[in-house]
């Protein structure tokens, strides 16, 4: 099987690890200050705070710099942990859509979401592709707004030439084995703000001043100086990592970027990926082939592939109440569209040769006769204009096909006739394959 991740790994660890056993000094101490040292010095950020995850990293930048109830512009469209860190702390996040190329928070959208009470935004470069921090500072400012950029997976990212870890007011990185880089839990803020970098440190030490002198309600946040010794190594085999994970981006872009129904990601001007994913989005009716009966046909091919999200954040249970479907049609639509590739750094030629054989011919990993004829699910777009043209066609081609009409809420199932498409309708969405 061709991995999704893998950590870039050698004996180098080992040996790092083993010295810091050997000390005798596990806890966070002098190592940890040297990881600290060095991450700054490698983003280009005067402060860089050590945590014990990027989940400690967004609760400590949203408890400094956020008061209870005040709200946070978040994308819909990311892990959990930048919306449910923001609830953590007291804050209210509010979601807005993501845009459709990047992924990354739409920063019209997320103007028209700010009100009185907005006191920040928590973008995401999300997959290592950099949020559109131009704009997104723009906006920051007219609206005198904080930033915390949720960079769990951008090590290395740049903007405009800038590393993502360089731009205000604080950024958060994770450590996590899946990472550009790992200390198998860890995380990391980055700041060029002095005072802030203080809190932080306080916050993350229960804190603590000095011995036993608590001037803060703190917490155990800490990272042990084990880990910080992994970070150090990883770190200096970031910049190489990153460089294969580039080529390997483009090697999957040439070749599986002009498969019809495919969409690679695509750097826009000024900005370079960190590729901790690479990403596509299908169009299932162009390809002939659902995103989730691909994904599952690769992985009979021997290659694992993974949905990064399944569901955007306004559709998990914790967060009900913040949004509908309608509200956030681009992230709504991704959930269901996106599938990421291997890309890291331990690929081999054959490995990417392999990735792109099997996305070239969807059709051709797909089993040879189903069993059942196919089941097709289209959604609806509530209130949607009519696509008489594209209805009809979707319907001369699956006369014999079930389908479950959607909008909004399920309306039952029934053999597909011309009848059945409602004019008032309009197909965003069809999440089974026709075989
Ligand atoms: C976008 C994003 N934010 C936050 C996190 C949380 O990081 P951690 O798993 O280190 O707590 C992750 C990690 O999966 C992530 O991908």
């Known amino acids: 099987m061709i991995p999704i991740a893998q950590i870039n790994f050698d004996g180098r660890e080992i040996e790092a690890v083993c010295r810091v056993i050997r000390s005798g000094h596990w806890r966070m101490g002098a190592v940890a200050e040297k990881f600290e040292r060095r991450f700054a010095h490698a983003v280009g950020a005067r402060h860089a705070v050590a945590v014990s995850s990027g989940t400690a990293a967004l609760f400590l930048a949203f408890k400094t710099l956020l008061r209870p109830g005040d709200e946070v512009i978040v994308p819909d469209f990311t892990f959990v942990a930048t919306a449910s860190m923001a609830i953590a702390a007291a804050a209210r996040p509010v979601f807005a859509d993501v845009d459709p190329r990047t992924f990354t928070l739409d920063p019209r959208d997320a103007e028209r979401r700010i009100t009185r009470r907005t006191r920040a935004l928590a973008p995401v470069h999300l997959y290592g592709m950099p949020a559109d921090i131009r704009a997104l500072t723009r906006l920051a400012r007219r609206h005198g707004l904080k930033i915390i950029w949720d960079a769990a997976q951008a090590h290395g990212a740049r903007f405009g030439g800038k590393d993502v870890g360089a ?3 604080v950024v958060c990185y994770s450590f996590y084995p899946s990472k550009n880089m790992t200390t198998g839990e860890g995380g ?17 030490s229960h804190g603590e001043s000095s011995r036993y002198f ?48 495919i969409e690679v990601p695509e750097e826009r001007r000024g900005r370079t990926s960190a590729y901790n994913s690479f990403t596509v989005r299908i169009n299932p009716e162009i390809l002939g082939v659902a995103r989730d009966e691909l994904q599952q046909a690769l992985g009979r091919r021997g290659i694992e592939t993974a949905v990064h999200y399944p569901r955007p954040l306004h559709r998990q ?29 331990r690929l081999s030629r054959t490995d990417l040769e392999r990735i792109i054989k099997a996305d070239r011919s969807p059709s051709g990993v797909l089993p040879k006769s189903p069993a059942q004829p196919a089941q ?19 319907g001369a081609a699956h006369e014999d096909a079930a389908v479950e009409f959607r909008e909004g809420k399920a309306l039952g199932r029934a053999p597909l006739t011309a009848d059945n498409f409602r004019p008032s309708a309009n197909v965003i969405h069809q999440t089974r394959g026709l075989a």
């Open 188 to 204: 990391m803020l980055t700041t060029s703000d002095a005072t802030l970098a203080r809190e932080l440190r306080l916050l993350r």
């Open 167 to 169: 731009f205000p007011d």
């Open 214 to 261: 608590h001037e803060r309600l703190g917490f155990n946040f800490r990272p042990t100086d084990i880990g910080s010794a992994l970070g150090i190594v990883q770190l200096g085999k970031l910049p190489a990592a990153l460089r294969a994970r580039q080529r390997n981006a483009r090697v999957l872009a040439r070749g599986v970027g002009s498969v019809p129904g």
């Open 317 to 345: 249970p914790t967060f009900r109440g913040l949004g509908r479907d309608k509200d956030f049609p681009v992230s709504t639509r991704l959930a269901q569209t996106v599938l990421s590739l291997p890309v890291h750094s």
């Open 376 to 394: 097709v699910k289209f959604f609806f777009r509530p209130n949607g204009k009519a696509t008489g043209q594209r209805l009809q066609k979707l």
